[in-house]
């Protein structure tokens, strides 16, 4: 895919924001920042349109001791094997564990299912992370 150059105008605070960023995150320039921060758009375009097939990592923190709620997470995603992808099981200490699960399916689908895990008694904590297939990304 060919490259357009374009010019950008911003304020100088706003600029120095870019620059901080840029600093912070170590990209090799300006560009690059702006690609990822488009990229970002757009995928939340992508959720939000809820008519496309999305991908999102939820993240859970639980005690593996509160009574069967590991076989009641493992019989969730066994329900849902066209759209549980894919877990990873780590023991954080002898009470906690945290679990990375790949969720594929439109975004209220993916929504639902995080939901249904992160209100599960047991979980400690939990969060979604809007994620994409990637096709319309560049």
């Not at 120095?16 to 995150?25: A, F, M, N, T, W």
């Not at 005690?63 to 990873?88: C, I, N, P, W």
């Not at 969060?127 to 297939?133: E, G, K, Q, S, V």
Request: with cysteine; charged share 30%; aromatic share 4%.
């Amino acid at each position: 895919m060919k490259t357009t150059r374009f010019g950008v105008s911003m304020d100088g605070e706003l600029l120095g924001k870019l620059d901080s960023i840029v600093e912070r995150r170590r990209y090799p320039n300006r560009s690059e920042a702006i690609r990822d921060l488009v990229r970002a758009a757009l995928v939340e375009d992508e959720w939000s349109a809820s008519s496309g097939e999305v991908i999102g990592v939820l993240v859970i923190v639980f005690d593996h001791h509160q009574r069967e709620l590991s076989s009641r997470l493992l019989e969730k995603e066994h329900g849902r094997v066209g759209e549980m992808l894919a877990t990873l099981h780590l023991h954080l200490d002898h009470d906690n564990c945290l679990e990375a699960k790949v969720i594929r399916g439109k975004p209220d689908e993916v929504q639902s299912i995080a939901d249904e895990l992160m209100t599960m008694k047991g979980v400690k904590f939990g969060r979604l992370i809007p994620a994409t297939a990637g096709r319309e990304l560049r």
